[in-house]
């Protein structure tokens, strides 16, 4: 694209696709191209893992959570759109990911009212160093949507040894203790709806859920955006 041409369609396009990072209109940053590979899932779901029957092993967990509902697999484009937003700093990526949430949770949550809508905290250092917690922007989103409000219930301490390469049984017991409630809130017999970017094993959800229900809270509903297929 020439130069002037460009500077033309910034100034009527204000708005940069976040997958593709051309011009757009889209109040999502995502433009029509980029849109048609976002697939939301389709395919009936464990009401408990959130995985399809194929991959659902809850006959080996209890969680302590009630259910799990995702946006996307954890692939492709959508999985591109949460890099940008976790990595990229392109945190209008909030609206589009909270708004299909939204649409998802009103379809598959329907008939159950939440007193509050939270999210997977940061340590106080990291969210420092990001400037925010996506998962929280993503769950203020949702918030405004449904009309649930917004409290950061959970925060997570220090010194958490990350994730990524452990196995699923040792993610388990790295997250383990590693939440804890915040100050000043009140969480007794509420039903809550806890928001992430990816879940992958739910070993997070699920501390981050018998933390809140051991404070006290009535039932916890999960909701990410992508949720990981092949562990
Ligand atoms: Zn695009
Ligand atoms: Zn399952």
Known sequence: MKKSNNSL????FPRKCFICGDFTVSPY???DEC??????IYETTCKSCGLT???CQCEEYCYHF???VSAFKNEGAPQKGIYALKFGGKIDTANYYGEILSQIISKKYRGIDFDVITEIPMTAISKRGRGYNQAELIAKVIGKKLNIPHQSLLKKRMFVKTQHNLSRDDRFFN???KFKIANGVTIRGKRVLLCDDIKTTGA???EAARILRLAGAKEVWCATALITYKF
């Open 35 to 40: 849109s048609t590979k976002f697939n939301m």
């Open 53 to 55: 029957v194929n991959f």
């Open 204 to 206: 997070t959800l699920d």
């Open 66 to 68: 009630e259910s799990v």
């Open 9 to 12: 369609k910034a100034a009527l």
């Open 175 to 177: 997250i383990f203790g």
């Open 29 to 31: 940053c995502l433009c």
